[in-house]
Structures are given as structure tokens and as C-alpha cells.
């Protein structure tokens, strides 16, 4: 069986870690003739607005073909695909939910479901994130946050009432505990104690839903922490590699180059680059 890819980045040619992306349907998907093929995200969150045009689309394999206006809801984990006529028009949403956990919480539990529904009205929303994105002001990040927000507030209350939804996994618990403890040496064997979940269990549903095994998720999350201390704070690079449970430095560089094709010194003065440009 062929092997659904995994993205774990915003995009080819996206910065990284921003706090999220955003880019119009026809920048993704008018140089692949308009179809995305079936993926997944591990640590991202996507939201599309479909305001126009002709869009079918898959989610966890259930197939649908929604008239837009059109919102669609895409947790981490989730398969989707996509095809869309030429000339389709809307946006895409990439956002980290680990950045967001006050979305991505008990209390906005719609959000970590896969849904498609009547996207209508939330057209300025998602232009004023358009607009807050492309800003360099001192108050970006600010501003961009508060506008993903009242976004994804949107989204949440129109998923309560969403026909048809894929289940909640333990995904999202798994990656709050690994960031919780990242430092302390913790194996499969205590995140599934901690879930009440077998070793093997907890393998199936990592597979399942991210296309990896536990050991795999781990990584990737560490790895994206990393990432985000590197560009984040000020903390040394040995100082990241000792948060993140590596005892030694120079074994940290190691994996962190494996995962991002830099090290992190090098890592580190690319997004400082990227963000003197903007």
C-alpha cells in the first residue's frame, strides 16, 4: 500500500516557525493542476475557506462536495486531499496549535475535529489575517493573533452544529504530555501510562493518525520545539538541547541538522535573516 506522505512545515518555500501561514487556494494548487494529493500535518492545524469555484475533497477518507462559501476544518493527523476547479478562489490557514492552547483546549473541542461547513461571513475574517500577515509593523504579532483567533472562534461554533465529523483521537493529548516533559527522560511506556493506553495501542493510534510510529511523533514534536526556542528566545544552543532531554550537545546538533537540514547555530541566523527582510 502506498505510503501517505506526512508535511510537517508551513511550505517549500515559508519560513519557519512563523506564528502561521496563510496563502491563497490558486498559490498551492494552480501549479499541481489544481489537485493536492492525500497528506497529512503532525504539529499543524488548517483551516480553508473556499469562496468560490468547484472543490471536492476527502478527510480521513469520507469523500464531500461542498457549495461554496465553505469552511473546512483540518486538525493535525487529519488525511486530506483535494481538487479543485481552475480558477477556484479562498485561502488556507496553517497554524501550530502547540503556539495556540487556548484554541486547541477542552474548551474548543469542535476544532479538533475534521469538518466541512457554511463558510459564509467569514470572508473579512480571513482577509484581515491575510492583511496582518503581510504587515511588518511593530504590533504583528499581536494583531495576527488576535485575528486567528476571532477566526477560529468563528469556525469552532459553526463545527458545534457540523453533520458529519471524524473522531477525536489521543493525539492531541500525547503532544501536550510531550512537551510537558520533554526534559525528563520519559519512554512510550509512561505517555501510554499516562494516556491508560497499551504500548501497542498507543503505536496503532500514532500510525493511524500521523502516519508515524510513537517513537516518530516524539521526535517530530522535540524537533519543533526546538525549533521554536531557537526563534523564540535567546537561550544558547546547548541550553535548547538540555531543555529538550539531551544530555549531550553535540548529539543534539546531530539530530537537529538530520531533522532541518541546518544545525541550529545555522538554523538560528536563517530566521533572524528571514525576519530583517520583513
Given amino acids: 500500500m502506498e505510503r501517505i506522505p506526512t508535511w510537517q ?13 496563510i496563502e491563497q487556494i490558486v498559490d498551492r494548487a494552480a501549479g499541481q493542476d489544481w489537485v493536492i494529493a492525500a497528506h497529512r500535518h503532525v504539529n499543524l492545524h488548517q483551516i480553508f475557506l473556499i469562496r468560490s469555484g468547484v472543490v471536492e475533497l476527502s478527510l480521513d477518507g469520507r469523500r464531500r462536495h461542498p457549495a461554496p462559501p465553505v469552511v473546512i476544518n483540518i486538525p493535525p493527523g487529519t488525511v486530506h ?3 479543485f476547479a481552475a480558477g477556484t478562489e479562498g485561502h488556507v490557514l496553517t497554524l501550530p496549535p502547540a503556539d495556540f492552547p487556548d484554541l486547541f483546549g477542552h474548551e474548543m473541542t469542535a476544532l479538533l475535529r475534521a469538518f466541512d461547513a457554511d463558510g459564509a461571513g467569514l470572508e473579512s475574517m480571513m482577509d484581515a489575517i491575510a492583511a496582518r500577515h503581510a504587515d511588518s509593523g511593530p504590533l504583528r504579532r499581536l494583531r495576527l493573533r488576535a485575528a486567528a483567533i476571532d477566526l477560529c472562534c468563528a469556525v469552532s461554533e459553526r463545527g458545534e452544529g457540523a453533520a ?4 477525536l483521537s489521543h493525539i492531541p493529548q500525547l503532544e501536550a504530555l510531550i ?4 526534559a525528563d527522560g520519559w519512554q512510550v511506556t509512561d505517555y501510554a501510562h499516562a494516556l491508560r493506553l497499551s504500548d501497542r495501542h498507543l503505536r496503532r493510534l500514532c500510525l493511524e493518525a500521523t502516519g508515524l510510529s510513537t517513537h516518530g511523533f516524539i521526535a ?3 524537533l519543533r520545539e526546538a525549533c521554536r526556542l531557537l526563534a523564540y528566545t535567546r537561550m544558547q544552543v546547548q541550553e535548547v ?3 529538550l532531554g539531551f544530555d549531550d550537545p553535540a ?8 531533522g532541518m537540514h541546518l544545525s541550529p547555530t545555522e538554523y538560528r541566523r536563517k530566521i533572524a535573516g528571514a525576519e530583517g527582510q520583513g
Fill in 164 to 167: 458529519e465529523t471524524v473522531a
Fill in 220 to 222: 517530530a514534536t522535540r
Fill in 179 to 182: 512537551r510537558t516533559h520533554l
Fill in 241 to 243: 538541547g538540555f531543555a
Fill in 9 to 21: 512545515l508551513y511550505g517549500e518555500a515559508s519560513p519557519f516557525p512563523d506564528l502561521l501561514h
Fill in 81 to 83: 486531499d483535494f481538487t
Fill in 251 to 258: 548529539y543534539f546538533v546531530r539530530v537537529f541538522r538530520q
